[in-house]
C-alpha cells in the first residue's frame, strides 16, 4: 500500500491541525494503521494507532490527539489540538501488520509515507 501524508504545517502553540493519510494504492483496510513522529536529532517515535477499533496513543499526545479511520475514503486522520512546541516534528503515517509488541515500534510497520512538517513555535 502506498501512503500520503498531508496536513503539516507552521501553527502557534495552542492551535489545533489535522493531518490526514490517504492510501494511494491499495486499501487500508487489512492493515494497522499508526503515525510515528520524528524531531530533529532525536528517533522518531510513535505517536499513535488504531487496531482493530481500538485506538492506542502516546503517553504525551493523550487527551490532545485523536486518531480516526475512515476506510470509505481510504484515509487515516490525526486531529491535533493543544499544540505545543515539542510536537514539532515531521509526522509519518505507517501501515502494518505488527504484533502487540511491535505495535509501538517503528519495524512493526513495513509501508511509510513521506511524512509532513509540523512546527509549533510562538
Known amino acids: 500500500v502506498q501512503l500520503q501524508a498531508s496536513g503539516g504545517g507552521s501553527v502557534q502553540p495552542g492551535d489545533s491541525l489535522r493531518l490526514s493519510c490517504v492510501a494511494s494504492e491499495g486499501s487500508f483496510s487489512s492493515y494497522t494503521v499508526a503515525w510515528f513522529r520524528q524531531a530533529p536529532g532525536k528517533e522518531r517515535e510513535f505517536v499513535g494507532t488504531v487496531a482493530r477499533g481500538h485506538t492506542y496513543y502516546h503517553d504525551s499526545v493523550k487527551g490532545r490527539f485523536t486518531i480516526s479511520r475512515d476506510n470509505a475514503k481510504n484515509a487515516i486522520i490525526l486531529q491535533m489540538s493543544s499544540l505545543k512546541p515539542e510536537d514539532t516534528a515531521i509526522y509519518y503515517c505507517?501501515?502494518?501488520?505488527?504484533?502487540?509488541?511491535?505495535?509501538?515500534?517503528?519495524?512493526?510497520?513495513?509501508?511509510w509515507g513521506r511524512g509532513t512538517q509540523v512546527t509549533v513555535s510562538s
Open positions: 505507517a501501515a502494518g501488520r505488527p504484533i502487540i509488541s511491535t505495535m509501538r515500534r517503528t519495524l512493526g510497520y513495513g509501508n
